[in-house]
Nanobody
């Protein structure tokens, strides 16, 4: 059974920074993709950033230049460094692990609130 545990959310003022962490455990293949998504209240979940096992990262335009996704040394941990936060970044942030086209797992989510 694969489990994802996120941490690092909280309340921060606009312009501030937060670092989210997601640790995956269980039967995980060495080749996988980890990603962050977010869902604001009343809105659909949206993709934020993705990183492959080899370290190739991609970002949504709304966070490009402000957020950085990275892998831990153990490769089954992913981080999201969020700088220059804006009130519109307020959302529940979810970690997603993709092993195959039909096999993916989600974390429970962590709340990020940016006050103006």
């Amino acid at each position: 059974q694969v489990q994802l545990v996120e941490s690092g959310g909280g309340v921060v003022q606009a312009g501030g920074s937060l670092r989210l962490s997601c640790a995956a455990s269980g039967s995980i293949s060495t080749s996988n993709t980890m990603a962050w998504y977010r869902q604001a209240s009343g809105k659909q979940r949206e993709w934020v950033a993705t990183i492959t096992t080899s370290g190739v990262a991609n970002y949504a335009d709304s966070v490009k230049g402000r957020f950085t996704i990275s892998r831990g040394a153990a490769k089954n941990t992913v981080y999201l460094q969020m700088n220059s936060l804006k009130p519109e970044d307020t959302a529940v942030y979810y970690c997603k692990l993709t092993l195959t086209f039909v096999q993916s797992y989600w974390g429970q989510g962590t709340q990020v609130t940016v006050s103006s």
